[in-house]
């Protein structure tokens, strides 16, 4: 083991075989968080979605919808209209992370000025 073990021992997300880095490694893309935070806030189709995480493109968005569907953490929905509308919400798996996204989006928002320094000092180094 790695030395992170779950608190049950199965799992150890820094063990390169555990199946929780999946998980990890999929709420680190960069995409990821922002498309949940947008739906902790309802449901949205396509569209309203894209708008709302400006500069996602139709691609990246696509794809992010996709692998959180996957891994069943949004729901897509097909009401059956003419022409169909697509509407996507989270799934109580996915709604089970409010709590921890509300947080990090907090902690972003308490220490950006903090960050821009850190940046700042960082760059003057080099």
């Known amino acids: 083991m790695a030395g992170a073990p779950s608190a049950d021992g199965r799992f150890d997300v820094l063990a390169e ?3 929780t880095r999946q998980v990890v490694f999929r709420l680190g893309e960069k995409w990821t968080l922002l498309v949940l935070y947008a739906l902790d806030r309802g449901p949205h189709r396509f569209g309203e ?3 709302n995480v400006e500069g996602i493109s139709q691609r990246m968005l696509t ?3 996709r692998n959180l ?4 953490l949004v ?16 799934s109580p798996l996915g709604a ?7 947080t990090i989006r907090t902690w ?7 960050i821009a320094s850190a940046r700042i000092n960082y760059e003057s180094a080099e």
Request: proline share 7%.
């Open 17 to 19: 075989a555990c199946p």
């Open 49 to 51: 979605l894209q708008r």
């Open 63 to 65: 794809q992010t919808v």
């Open 69 to 72: 569907e996957r891994d069943g």
């Open 75 to 90: 729901r897509r929905s097909v009401v059956p209209t003419v022409p169909s509308q697509v509407t996507y919400s989270l």
């Open 96 to 102: 089970s992370l409010s709590a921890a996204i509300s």
């Open 108 to 114: 972003a928002y308490g220490h950006m000025d903090e």
